[in-house]
């Protein structure tokens, strides 16, 4: 969503703010290779707007969806939010840049109060089966992919690379219930009302566990009784092999911790894609 200044000026003018979460962005990693002056205008103009709209009118209390993108292929696991930081696309680079411009927002003014969450891989649906994923044409995504295979819109799984030096041999990440990602950003606000020196600060949100792109498909399977026919292919250019977060500095300083595992991320995920498999569109508008 591109985020005008007239937009939030009125926003802003009608209402008071004690604090906003910023999570709007284009997230479409192959598409801002493609468009780099799109990711760049929406999602750095977007946030720099956002800002500027904030400071005038005394809002000084931010939370970012950043992600664990910046950590770009890391030489070792658990990341930590220590690690030096890179990023290996366009839209990684937006989210690299802003955690930047947040910190040198700080650094101007320590009246403002900034936690950047870094997103591992958000999975799953509201348990209600109501609210849940829903892209615009090919997943890029495994989950979301995966549930298309489950109610029969796509044929099968193409499974990006089955030689890399994990388990199994498949791409190893971080998955999070988005319920427990929610939990994450009720915790950082908390944060920011509890008189802490947070200055600009950054918090991993994972749970801590690797699970592999086979293993996904497995709890999957188990969670919908459906078959998910896989195509093995090479790897994805740009994957990286292992990422998983270290998950103390958020148990330690927000007191959250992620409470669900990939037998619940997929039980909810199939009771969203079950109930609605074309997503909130029609047979004719989905493709
Ligand atoms: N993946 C796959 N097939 C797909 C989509 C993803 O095998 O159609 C793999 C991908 O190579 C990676 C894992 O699933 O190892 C998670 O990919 P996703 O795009 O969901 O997250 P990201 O790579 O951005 O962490």
Known sequence: MTMKKKDTLLILWVCRFDAVIHFAGLKAVGESVQKPLLYYNNNLIGTITLLEVMGAHGCKNLVFSSSATVYGWPKEVPCTEEFPLCAVNPYGRTKLFIEEICRDVYRSNSDWKIILLRYFNPVGAHPSGHIGEDPRGIPN??????????VGRRPALTVFGNDYSTKDGTGVRDYIHIVDL??????ALQKLFDGSNIGCGVYNLGTGKGTSVLEMVAAFEKASGKKIPLVMAGR??????????STDKAEKELNWRAKYGIEEMCRDQWNWANKNPWGYGTPDSAN
Request: charge should be negative.
């Open 141 to 150: 995504n495994l989950m979301p992919f995966v549930q298309q295979v489950a």
């Open 182 to 187: 929610s939990d994450g950003h009720v915790a």
């Open 236 to 245: 994805r250019p740009g994957d990286a092999e292992i990422v998983y977060a």
